[in-house]
């Protein structure tokens, strides 16, 4: 249920984000023309197109993240423990259970972001190409037409366009649950009593959001160049390469071109974040 919610509150927001980044420059002066173009001409439902491959196939790509997160820290933990010459679990020479490094939670989300892009990315390809239909004939039907079209055209594979692009991109969840370990810690030192503790519940809203906050910053100019290759034609594609599409977008305004369809996605963090 929570991933329906997430998609539900969080799926306007990256449509408008998606067409700010793949549509060609000065289609939209901002996130709000874009969003009352889009509602105008299109209606309030087309904020929702492409949301059919996310509800159906987030539950997999969460269970893969999460699954392998928890497995990568595991082996983790068991190198970091051996290394001490400890055995995962036990008290260490301090008296105290060790916990995972920093570096340790850091490289389990970097690995788990890798793992996850074998089930996102086809995931992806399809909400961002139906996500692109604006006014006019539509090239889709939905995303079984979709899919169709692009094996026919570029064989299974294709359907993994963008994928090392996704790779780059989700790279970032590292930083992303590094971070949020680092606030949890400082969180949970907070001395009883003090004016500055926190709820548990608070605690975690505040550290998901801003390691999310943590994660766009860093891999935003990735997500832009994903998108641009997921959305290419299929066809005539323009861009050979992710570079070719990164070139391409520098060409158009570089990191202020980039930046105009930044701020949806900080809108889609915390409200994401809050509907989990």
């Known amino acids: 249920m ?17 067409r700010m980044q793949c549509s060609p420059p000065g289609t939209y002066s901002g996130p709000l023309d874009c969003l009352r173009r889009t509602i105008s001409q299109e ?7 492409g949301a059919s491959p996310p509800a159906v196939g987030w539950a997999a ?15 983790f933990e068991k190198l970091e423990a051996r290394n001490r010459g400890e055995k995962v679990g036990e008290e ?13 939670h850091t490289m389990a989300g970097m690995m788990a972001g890798w793992t996850v892009c074998t089930v996102i990315t086809p995931i992806e390809g399809l909400k961002a190409k139906l ?8 090239l889709y039907s939905g995303p079984i037409d979709c899919a169709s079209q692009i094996v026919r055209s570029q064989g299974v594979f294709g359907l993994w366009r963008g994928f090392g692009a996704t790779i780059l991109f989700r790279s970032w969840f590292g930083v992303m649950f590094g971070s949020y370990e680092v606030m949890m810690r400082g969180f949970r ?18 550290a998901g959001g801003m390691g999310s906050n943590f994660f766009w910053i860093g891999s935003f100019p990735f997500d832009a160049v994903k998108n641009r290759l997921m959305t ?19 060409s158009e305004g570089g990191i202020r071109y980039v930046l105009l369809s930044f701020y949806p996605s900080l809108a889609l963090t915390y409200l994401s974040k809050r509907a989990d």
């Open 92 to 104: 260490g020479k301090d008296g105290k259970q060790a916990r995972l490094s920093i570096f340790g």
């Open 43 to 49: 209606g309030p439902r087309a904020l929702y197109k």
């Open 189 to 206: 030192a907070v001395p009883e009593g003090s004016r500055w503790k926190v709820s548990d519940g608070t605690a975690t809203f505040l």
């Open 131 to 138: 996500q692109m239909q604006t006014i006019g004939p539509k």
């Open 232 to 250: 290419d034609d299929i066809k005539n594609p323009r861009y050979p390469t992710w570079m070719s599409a990164a070139r391409q977008i520098w």
């Open 61 to 75: 790509s969460d269970s893969v993240l999460l699954g392998s997160l928890h497995n990568y820290r595991l082996w």
């Open 2 to 18: 929570s991933g329906l919610t997430k998609l539900t509150v969080g799926h306007p927001f990256d449509t408008i984000k998606l």
